[in-house]
């Protein structure tokens, strides 16, 4: 293959010859432009470029407007190995960024925003304090200042110098952390966590100066992180919620600091981490067992098997529900509704004038049925933007746009605080797997997503009158579903069922060994299915409904 290599040719990062020498290693060709002259080299660039590593520190003098470059190459089909220039652009501003990671439930520091004539600082914002610019990185123009009235002093001359809103934040002391993510054949994984050992320990931040300096192999101001066991699965969670919720793909790395509580930080995202072979990254892949080149190839793998998906164009369909046919468009890595999900939608007992939250809302289905059966209002929730959109313009096209708002997040963490909902509909991811192998896992036994939303559907539903409906396959693990149903619900009923065939080859295909760890599963008692016929087996989609939630 032929992949192009962005870079800005003033910058002080070695990257591009770094990303040069792996894909020399790994037998592929390459084209190494300046971010700057860029429209000038786009022409070549879509004749000649299967893929684009765009690593560009500034455009035009500014990292505010790096983003632009990697629009321009999407604007012009070129594919692009890590985030999409929207999710660049949400990255790169701090401020922007720090909300959506917050509204995932991801800890950031608590700050504000400061612009000319709107630079007062609320009595809550305790010194020590760190300004920064909103869209810079490399911690150009970070300054640590210890008391309010140093800031005050120092904002009026960042904001001319800089030209742009200063996040003044609190303060983290503790350690420092750089937590590195990429995608693999198995999904996500988060890498070994990378320490810095800053001047200053604890008390000390890493200046630009610091990240331009001299890098020698076996640097010692950089060590793998010493965490316990407990405290590297918490991290990996948030560091895979924090990828999520930027909607970042492919590769990415995160600033985080470790408050002395014990509280992870997350400061930053870094959508071009570094490539150079002692920086953080390729630090944390050798750790896993990487060297450059293997790394490498697994960013090029995760991006080049997107390319179908993204060259694809939005599907449109017309399904049955029973209010009546209504149109579908789905964008590109969004599913069709199973028939099991169509099949919920006409066992769905909305009344007209409820309020009903979906959960997982896909390309918004059972939210136009719900819809459809009267409900005043009914809120959608996905993590997957390319869902959320297909659920937007169905709302649209089947004129329910001001009855279906479509919201970000993670189960109920998109919600706000009281807020309450006549029905909940879910149907979570749930097939059981041994390890992460896409969008379909339910965690070890399939249950994990669906206690997620039985747990927390108690504290959403109106009192009295609430119900919880649920599509629940038998591969998961449905005697501990039903248990927690009825710890939580006075009614569990079992309102239908259906069968879904399927062979071996489908589940390995999702994940080498699936079929088998789901057999094991069913020697256990965790799954239920059987075989009907030279090599083809069953299991049973069962569509639940729970009421009258039971006092804590």
Same mark, same amino acid.
């Given at each position: 293959?032929?992949?192009?290599?962005?870079?800005?040719?003033?910058?002080?990062?070695?990257?591009?010859?770094?990303?040069?020498?792996?894909?020399?290693?790994?037998?592929?060709?390459?084209?190494?432009?300046?971010?700057?002259?860029?429209? =000038?080299?786009?022409?070549? /660039?879509?004749?000649?470029?299967?893929?684009?590593?765009?690593?560009?520190?500034?455009?035009?003098?500014?990292?505010?407007?790096?983003?632009?470059?990697?629009?321009?190459?999407?604007? +012009?089909?070129?594919?692009?190995?890590?985030?999409?220039?929207?999710?660049?652009?949400?990255?790169?501003?701090?401020?922007?960024?720090?909300?959506?990671?917050?509204?995932?439930?991801?800890?950031?520091?608590?700050?504000?925003? %400061?612009?000319?004539?709107?630079?007062?600082?609320?009595?809550?914002?305790?010194?020590?304090?760190?300004?920064?610019?909103?869209?810079? +990185? /490399?911690?150009?123009?970070?300054?640590?200042?210890?008391?309010?009235?140093?800031?005050?002093?120092?904002?009026?001359?960042? @904001?001319?110098?800089? !030209?742009?809103?200063?996040?003044?934040?609190?303060?983290?002391?503790?350690?420092? =952390?750089?937590?590195?993510?990429?995608?693999?054949?198995?999904?996500?994984? %988060?890498?070994?966590?990378?320490? #810095?050992?800053?001047?200053?320990?604890?008390?000390?931040?890493?200046?630009?100066?610091?990240?331009?300096?001299?890098?020698?192999?076996?640097?010692?101001?950089?060590?793998?992180?010493?965490?316990?066991?407990?405290?590297?699965?918490?991290?990996?969670?948030?560091?895979?919620?924090?990828?999520?919720?930027?909607?970042?793909?492919?590769?990415?790395?995160?600033?985080?600091?470790?408050?002395?509580?014990?509280?992870?930080?997350?400061?930053?995202?870094?959508?071009?981490?570094? /490539?150079?072979?002692?920086?953080?990254?390729?630090?944390?892949?050798? #750790?896993?067992?990487?060297?450059?080149?293997?790394?490498?190839?697994?960013?090029?793998?995760?991006?080049?098997?997107?390319?179908?998906?993204?060259?694809?164009?939005?599907?449109?369909?017309?399904?049955?529900?029973?209010?009546?046919?209504?149109?579908?468009?789905?964008?590109?890595?969004?599913?069709?509704?199973?028939?099991?999900?169509?099949?919920?939608?006409?066992?769905?007992?909305?009344?007209?004038?409820?309020?009903?939250?979906?959960?997982?809302?896909?390309?918004?289905?059972?939210?136009?049925?719900?819809?459809?059966?009267?409900?005043?209002?009914?809120?959608?929730?996905?993590?997957?933007?390319?869902?959320?959109?297909?659920?937007?313009?169905?709302?649209?096209?089947?004129?329910?746009?001001?009855?279906?708002?479509?919201?970000?997040?993670? #189960?109920?963490?998109? @919600?706000?605080?009281?807020?309450?909902?006549?029905?909940?509909?879910?149907?979570?991811?749930?097939?059981?797997?041994?390890?992460?192998?896409?969008?379909?896992?339910?965690?070890?036994?399939?249950?994990? +997503?669906?206690?997620?939303?039985?747990?927390?559907?108690?504290?959403?539903?109106?009192?009295?009158?609430?119900?919880? #409906?649920?599509?629940?396959?038998?591969?998961?693990?449905?005697? !501990? %579903?039903?248990?927690? @149903?009825?710890?939580?619900?006075?009614?569990?009923?079992?309102?239908?069922?259906?069968?879904?065939?399927?062979?071996?080859?489908?589940?390995? !295909?999702?994940?080498?060994?699936?079929?088998?760890?789901?057999?094991?599963?069913?020697?256990?008692?965790?799954?239920?299915? +059987?075989?009907?016929?030279?090599?083809?087996?069953?299991?049973?989609?069962?569509?639940?409904?729970?009421?009258?939630?039971?006092?804590?």
């Amino acid at each position: 293959m032929r992949i192009g290599i962005v870079h800005t040719r003033d910058a002080p990062c070695q990257c591009a010859e770094s990303i040069r020498r792996g894909l020399e290693a790994l037998g592929h060709e390459y084209l190494i432009v300046n971010s700057g002259d860029i429209e =000038f080299h786009i022409p070549e /660039m879509v004749r000649g470029c299967d893929l684009v590593f765009d690593h560009t520190d500034t455009y035009r003098g500014r990292g505010r407007f790096r983003s632009l470059v990697r629009s321009l190459l999407e604007a +012009h089909g070129l594919p692009v190995a890590g985030p999409d220039a929207r999710a660049c652009a949400l990255a790169d501003d701090k401020a922007a960024a720090k909300r959506r990671l917050a509204a995932a439930g991801v800890p950031v520091p608590p700050g504000v925003v %400061v612009t000319p004539g709107n630079d007062a600082l609320p009595d809550w914002l305790t010194p020590p304090l760190i300004l920064k610019p909103a869209f810079e +990185h /490399m911690s150009r123009g970070l300054e640590l200042v210890q008391d309010r009235d140093g800031a005050r002093d120092r904002l009026p001359g960042l @904001l001319s110098r800089l !030209g742009q809103p200063i996040l003044v934040e609190m303060f983290i002391p503790g350690r420092e =952390f750089a937590v590195s993510v990429v995608d693999g054949p198995r999904g996500l994984e %988060v890498l070994p966590p990378l320490e #810095w050992l800053a001047d200053g320990g604890e008390t000390g931040v890493l200046t630009e100066a610091f990240k331009l300096g001299d890098i020698l192999p076996g640097r010692r101001d950089a060590v793998r992180a010493d965490l316990a066991p407990a405290e590297l699965r918490e991290l990996a969670d948030l560091s895979l919620a924090a990828f999520r919720a930027l909607g970042l793909r492919d590769y990415s790395r995160f600033d985080v600091r470790r408050s002395p509580g014990g509280t992870f930080f997350f400061m930053e995202a870094n959508v071009t981490p570094s /490539m150079e072979p002692e920086e953080a990254l390729a630090l944390s892949a050798r #750790w896993a067992g990487m060297d450059f080149p293997a790394l490498l190839k697994r960013i090029l793998s995760a991006a080049l098997g997107r390319l179908p998906a993204a060259r694809a164009t939005a599907t449109e369909m017309t399904v049955e529900l029973p209010s009546g046919p209504v149109r579908l468009r789905l964008q590109p890595g969004v599913h069709v509704p199973p028939p099991s999900t169509l099949e919920l939608a006409r066992l769905l007992d909305v009344r007209p004038g409820e309020r009903v939250l979906e959960l997982g809302c896909g390309s918004g289905v059972l939210s136009l049925a719900a819809a459809g059966l009267g409900a005043e209002r009914v809120v959608a929730v996905d993590v997957d933007p390319a869902a959320l959109e297909s659920a937007t313009e169905n709302a649209v096209l089947n004129g329910f746009a001001g009855r279906i708002e479509t919201r970000a997040g993670s #189960w109920y963490e998109a @919600l706000e605080g009281g807020e309450r909902f006549d029905t909940i509909i879910a149907t979570p991811p749930q097939t059981p797997g041994r390890r992460p192998f896409g969008p379909r896992y339910g965690g070890a036994d399939g249950a994990k +997503h669906l206690l997620a939303v039985i747990d927390g559907a108690p504290g959403r539903l109106e009192p009295g009158r609430g119900r919880l #409906w649920l599509a629940a396959i038998s591969l998961a693990n449905l005697p !501990g %579903v039903l248990a927690r @149903l009825r710890e939580r619900f006075e009614a569990v009923d079992l309102v239908g069922e259906t069968q879904r065939p399927f062979t071996a080859a489908e589940y390995n !295909g999702m994940d080498e060994g699936l079929f088998e760890y789901l057999d094991s599963l069913r020697r256990r008692g965790l799954a239920e299915f +059987h075989e009907v016929s030279g090599g083809e087996y069953v299991f049973r989609n069962l569509f639940i409904r729970a009421s009258g939630v039971k006092a804590p």
